[in-house]
C-alpha cells in the first residue's frame, strides 16, 4: 500500500463478525484483492463512523452513571437532590425524559433523551427479542401481485410504510406497536421544546377530564358515537357516571378502561412543548383489544390541556405516524 494508507482508518477496520474475520485470518492477500475489499470497506465507513459515535456516547452516559450512583451509595446526594440536579440539567439542554421502558433486541432504553439520540432510536434494531418475532412481515398488494417485506428497525418500518406495506397478522400488529412507540417519540424528540407553562398537573391519572375520543371503536358507528357525544360536551367522568366505562386498573402513569367489549391501556412516556405553542404536551402510549377476543393493537397520542380548568384535547397539528403513500 503507499506510505500515505492510514491503518488506523475506519476503511481499515478488522470485521468483528467472527465468520467474515475468519475468512483472512493471517493471510497476506495479492494487491487486486487488498484493493477490493477496501473498496468494500469504503463504502461502509461512515456507518463504522456512526457506531463509533454512539459507542462513546453510551460510554459518556454509563461514566455518568456510575458517578451519579456512586455518590448516592457515599450519601453525597439524596435521590432528591439527584432529581433536581437531572432536571436542571435537562432544562437547559433540550433534554426530556422518556419514562416507558423502550424493548429493544439488546437491551431496554429508557431515561433522559434529546434531539441528538433520534438517530440513534430511529436506526436500533428493535426484533428479534427473546419473546418477539425474529422480523415483521409486511406486505403490499400491486396489481394481483402481492410483495412481501420485512423490518427490524423503525427505520425499515416507517420506509415500508411510505411505501404501501402494511403488517398482515394478528401478531403481527401487536408487534408493530413499539414501531410505532419509537417514531411518536423520534418525531416528538425532533421537536421537543421546554414549555413555559403546564397545565398537566397528574397527567392521565386525571381519568375524569379525558377526551371521549380517545375510547376504542371497531365500528364506523362506534366512532360517529363517540364523535357526537364529543360533540355534546361529554368528556370521560360522564362516560364513568353512565357506567359505559370501566376502570380496571390505575397508577400515576398508566390507566387501563373497559368499554363495549374493548380494552384500552394507556401510559405515559414524555412531557415537553411538542406542537410550539408554550404550553406543556404529554405523549401517551396506547394499546386497544378486544376484551373477547385475539385482536389487539398499539400505538401513541398527544394530549394537552389549554388551561387549569379546561379537559385533556388531543393535539392533532403533530403527525405521529408515518404518512402512507397511496397506490
Known amino acids: 500500500m503507499p506510505e500515505t494508507f492510514d491503518i488506523d482508518a475506519f476503511t ?3 470485521p468483528s463478525h467472527r465468520h467474515c474475520n475468519l475468512q483472512k485470518l493471517g493471510k497476506v492477500l495479492p494487491r487486486n484483492r487488498t484493493l477490493h475489499f477496501l473498496s468494500i470497506a469504503e463504502g461502509k465507513a ?36 439527584m432529581t433536581a440536579l437531572l432536571t436542571s440539567y435537562a432544562k437547559g439542554r433540550d433534554i426530556f425524559e422518556i419514562v416507558e421502558s423502550l424493548p429493544y433486541r439488546d437491551e431496554r432504553l429508557k431515561g433522559f433523551f434529546s434531539s441528538s439520540d433520534i438517530d440513534l432510536l430511529y436506526e436500533k434494531p428493535i426484533l428479534p427479542r427473546l419473546y418477539g418475532l425474529e422480523q415483521l412481515e409486511m406486505i403490499r398488494d400491486i396489481g394481483n401481485k402481492t410483495e412481501k417485506i420485512s423490518a427490524v428497525s423503525c427505520r425499515e418500518w416507517a420506509e415500508a410504510i411510505e411505501d404501501g406495506y402494511y403488517t398482515y397478522t394478528t401478531y403481527g400488529m401487536k ?14 424528540l425532533a421537536q421537543a421544546k421546554i414549555p413555559t ?16 375520543t380517545i375510547l376504542p371503536s371497531l365500528s364506523e358507528d362506534g366512532v360517529e358515537e363517540l364523535l357526537r357525544l364529543k360533540s355534546q360536551g361529554f368528556i370521560m367522568k360522564d362516560m364513568i357516571e353512565k357506567r359505559r366505562v370501566r376502570i ?23 412531557r415537553a412543548d411538542i406542537d410550539g405553542d408554550g404550553i406543556e404536551d404529554i405523549l401517551v402510549g396506547t394499546y386497544e383489544y378486544a376484551t373477547e377476543g385475539t385482536y389487539g393493537s398499539g400505538s401513541a397520542m398527544l394530549l394537552t390541556r389549554n388551561g387549569p380548568n379546561d379537559p385533556f384535547s388531543i393535539v392533532s397539528s403533530v403527525q405521529l405516524t408515518p404518512e402512507r403513500e397511496l397506490r
Open 175 to 188: 408487534e408493530e406497536t413499539y414501531f410505532r412507540r419509537v417514531y411518536a417519540i423520534v418525531t416528538c
Open 46 to 81: 461512515l456507518k463504522a463512523q456512526k457506531i463509533e459515535a454512539e459507542i462513546k456516547h453510551q460510554i459518556e452516559q454509563d461514566n455518568v452513571t456510575v458517578l451519579i450512583q456512586t455518590a448516592l451509595d457515599a450519601g453525597l446526594l439524596s435521590p432528591g437532590q
Open 248 to 270: 380496571t386498573e390505575k397508577s400515576a402513569l398508566s390507566l387501563r378502561l373497559e368499554f363495549d367489549y374493548m380494552g384500552l391501556f394507556l401510559s405515559e412516556i414524555m
Open 197 to 212: 407553562v403546564s397545565y398537566l398537573s397528574n397527567g392521565i391519572a386525571n381519568v375524569d377530564i379525558l377526551p371521549v
Open 12 to 14: 481499515n477496520l478488522v
